[in-house]
């Protein structure tokens, strides 16, 4: 509900370094990092500034990183290709124009260059078939107000750029034709988030959210021996646009030992494709997406807590207008469809003390209208079979996840968690595609102010339940992926200006892949990293 209706599968929320004013005087600061991993398979360098005052901080980094062949465990040995050259920079400044209102401009730039689609090359016949650009820019300017009223108690202003550009080789073993495609999606965002505290016991977060996308879509044949170039229709049509209009608030409400939180939003999209197969196509669907929560303290370190929350994703433009070929597939336009829509029920328990913490819930996730790919049966392009989407499909998924953090002596602790999730489709009347295995983590770490060392050990079971969208995936081994069991070991010590970190992975050189995944994870290996703060 906070988050948009893109967020039907939940949020992973990432929080970038931030620079700090300094109290007293001008501070000047920076930081090296370097990163080597055994087989080649990782050389990383990354350097930092930070520069703050009173009123003005600022910090900047560049990095360079060199992803060598990913060398699996076992049998599997290199797996070629797939390595890839990654760069990137990011600035971030922040100016304390008053007491009340601070300001924060940032940039964050990333581009990957020739990034290999292994399991590609290696199942189906490709001489080249790699990303060459993977790049994304932000930028955004932030603006934080602290008011008197109860009702404007923060509020926060954002305006931001983002720029996305993914381009794509491929060429089949014997084939002279090179087929180049491009994407590029420009979007540009307005947001304003509110604080309301209109009581002790009761605060709310209201805003608006405003987010425009372009998308440039380009393809070209290239004959190698005579080097001929055909323009072709991109991957999706050519300047599509996308627009994203929302209204939320949010409440929560304490009263004694209960806790209520209570939210609606209301998104309406408008999406525009003029494609050569479906024609000029302009869809408004629009939703109403809730949250409710009800907790309740049975003792002052335990909680217990039922949630209902509703969700919403409209169809988009890779939904409507991708032709070509996507994974083991070949898909051709779709119009006329309709959002997926969710309704989502958790019960879980919390507890909390100083040394200890746990948290177990359980979920159920009703699905509908679920868009999904269907199989036109009969038709074959390019030796792929053909796909259209459909709202064909409800589904539900239901499952568990299990929390636990324990500090057994002082500077020694114990975290670890379980995950489990069972899918299953109502309308095709087998398992929901691409489910999890039950898996899960258990880590252990001694730290004091020098030194740490931690034991990790990490498992899935195999994953048999398959749909038939899992049995056609040639990522997904016949009969299921199969279970494993993963131990990593790490260290780090600090000294003076120095910080030097280590880890051996996979100690039992374990052959295993996460379930979906189009390459297996490394084998037996070693890294070492080195911080230098000046």
Do not use: C
């Amino acid at each position: 509900m906070q988050y948009g209706s893109d967020a039907i599968g939940g949020v992973v929320q990432l929080f970038t370094h931030a620079p700090a004013f300094s109290e007293n005087k001008n501070d000047l600061s920076g930081k090296v990092i370097g990163k080597y991993m055994t087989g080649d398979m990782e050389k990383t360098i990354r350097g930092e500034v930070m520069y703050s005052e009173k009123k003005f901080a600022l910090l900047a980094g560049v990095g360079k990183r060199k992803f060598g062949d990913l060398i699996g465990g076992d049998t599997t040995g290199k797996q070629s290709p797939s390595g890839y050259d990654e760069w990137s920079f990011d600035t971030k400044a922040k100016f304390l124009l008053n007491q009340n209102m601070q300001l924060t401009l940032a940039n964050q730039f990333l581009k990957q260059k020739h990034v290999p689609v292994y399991h590609k090359v290696v199942l189906e016949n490709f001489a080249v078939n790699e990303m060459d650009p993977q790049q994304r820019l932000l930028s955004y300017a932030r603006l934080n107000v602290r008011g008197n009223s109860s009702l404007f108690k923060e509020t926060e202003l954002t305006l931001s750029f983002q720029n996305n550009i993914e381009g794509r080789h491929q060429r089949k073993n014997g084939s002279t034709t090179l087929l180049k495609e491009r994407d590029e999606i420009n979007t540009f965002g307005f947001t304003t988030d509110i604080f309301s505290q209109f009581s002790k016991t009761w605060t709310a977060n209201t805003g608006i959210e405003i987010y425009s996308d372009k998308i440039g879509s380009t393809r070209k044949e290239i004959n190698t021996q005579t080097a001929a170039v055909t323009a072709k229709r991109g991957l999706y049509p050519d300047n599509s646009a996308y627009g994203n209009y929302s209204l939320y608030s949010l409440h929560r409400l304490q009263y004694g030992k209960w806790m209520m939180e209570g939210g609606l939003r209301f998104n309406l999209f408008n999406i525009q494709i003029n494609d050569t197969t479906l024609g000029k196509v302009k869809i408004h669907p629009s939703a109403l997406v809730v949250n409710a929560a009800l907790m309740y303290a049975i003792h002052a370190n335990q909680t217990i807590y039922a949630t209902f929350s509703s969700g919403f994703r409209a169809p988009n433009v890779d939904d409507m207008g991708t032709l070509g070929i996507v994974d083991f597939r070949y898909e051709i336009p779709a119009s006329g469809l309709k959002p997926e829509r969710s309704q989502h029920t958790e019960l879980g328990y919390k507890l909390q003390t100083k040394n200890f913490g746990a948290t177990i819930a359980a979920w159920y996730m009703n699905l509908s209208d679920i868009i999904t790919r269907v199989k036109l049966n009969g038709q074959v392009i390019s030796g792929y079979q053909v796909y259209k989407k459909e709202n064909t499909e409800k589904a539900y998924i239901k499952g568990f996840d299990a929390e636990v953090r324990w500090t057994i002596i002082q500077h020694l602790s114990i975290n670890g968690g379980l995950s489990y999730a069972y899918g299953q489709s109502l309308s095709r009347h087998e398992p929901l595609r691409r489910i999890p295995p039950f898996n899960g983590r258990l880590l252990s770490t001694y730290k004091n102010k020098k030194f740490f060392a931690a034991a990790e050990f990490q498992f899935a079971s195999s994953q048999t339940r398959l749909a038939q969208g899992d049995k056609d995936d040639n990522r997904i081994p016949a009969g299921g992926t199969p279970g494993w069991q993963v131990i990593n070991l790490y260290a780090g010590y600090k000294i003076s200006i120095f910080q030097f970190n280590t880890g051996l992975q996979n100690l039992l050189n374990e052959d295993y892949r996460t379930h979906g995944s189009g390459i297996n994870g490394a084998g037996r290996s070693g890294w070492l990293s080195v911080i230098v703060k000046i």
